[in-house]
């Protein structure tokens, strides 16, 4: 009923308005109204808002520029991937891991738990349709989300809610170096980097000590090639398990009871103990501790896997910022050189919202992140929502997406109240 009451209005606009006749006409070849919420992103906040919505009878529409759900997990990360928190941090809102999944799921058994997850919701993404464009249309009260297929087809959906389900890492970070023309070697972005096999017995920079250069730096090593890895800046890296409990775990259980900066103490202490001065090895230590820097920049502390030991058994190098490249030679900051075969950017992502979503409320237009903090940056205006910008992994998109969630559904509610209301007072 709510379907064919909203379609009624907006025919009865278009019989009406010329104007609004012109704007369709001239938007795309193909203009759908759509009666419920419009998913931007098939990657695993995407599917949990979709799940969290159809658990409350609310059917919605997941557009995904790539042709399977979860692409960042399934094209762009290297084969050795696990996740780097144990499993009942990462499950999705409504449906746990299977119990026979180890403690730090691979990454082939965490997109089967995604395709199973989406199957189980009857989650069916509309697949290679790339959002191009979304704006809020006052004259309408509606979201105009314009997407682009494989054929170069163009479709504009008309829709009362929008959930941005892009993400904090739609699009990879390749940093501008000096000289990178003239290197020669091979140069690829970590999304591009599968395994270490194809780099045996080369010299391999890799650029970036987050999680991912880690364990690329670690990777390396184990097909036997020769990695060596920029560290720019400081970095916090923690024991992945503290007496067999896993270090996030334990964070969060003593943040229940400890000020966070106890619990940041006790974690560089318990670090010092179990993996010596990292500072000796050339990564040296934020001022804050690192659940307040996570708390305040969103960076994450290294888990340390094992890459470590072999920082300090000097398999590999760890070396200070570029300066600028020259063919097959890299030249630091510090003065020193080296020549190398090839250079691995683990430099992160970005969110590219600005690229397509014409809003600037809700959004930072600078670095495409809800302007509100968490808790509080999952809903906008108009019927827009955010999920899994929260810079705290699949346990804050979780928390987003049942909020979301909720908040269409009480919307509906209210809308149907108004409605009977509206149709009691005529009968009276």
Known sequence: ?????????????????????????????????????????????????????????VPSVVLERSNCLASLWQLKTYDRLQLHLPKQFCELPLMGFPPDFPTYPTKQQFVDYLVDYAEKFDIRPQFNETVEWAEYDPMLGLWRVRSVGAKGEEMEYLCQWLVVATGENAEAVVPEIEGIEEFGGDIRHTSFYKSGEQFRGKKVLVVGCGNSGMEVCLDLCNHNAKPSLVVRDTVHVLPREILGKSTFGLSMWLLKWLPMRLVDRFLLLVSWFMLGNTARFGLGRPQLGPLELKNRSGKTPVLDVGT????????????????????????????????????????????????????REMFSEKDGFPRRPFPNGWKGEGGLYAVGFT?????????????????IAEDIKRCWKEKAKKINDLLI
Not at 331 to 356: C, Q
Request: with cysteine.
């Open 391 to 407: 810079k705290r992994g699949l346990l804050g998109a979780s928390m987003d997406a049942n909020r979301i969630a909720e908040d």
């Open 308 to 359: 470590l030991a072999k920082i300090k058994g000097g398999d590999i190098k760890v070396c200070p910022a570029i300066k600028r490249l020259k063919q097959h030679t890299v030249e630091f900051v510090n003065g020193k050189t080296g020549s190398f075969d090839a250079i691995i950017l683990a430099t992160g992502y970005k969110s590219n919202v600005p690229r397509w979503l014409k809003e």
């Open 1 to 57: 009923m709510e379907q064919y009451h909203c379609l009624r209005e907006i025919e009865g606009k278009q019989a009406h308005d010329p104007m609004f006749l012109e704007k369709m006409t001239k938007s795309a070849s193909r203009c759908v109204y759509f009666p419920q919420p419009v998913i931007v992103g098939a990657g695993p906040s995407g599917l949990a808002v979709a799940a969290c919505l159809k658990q409350k009878g």
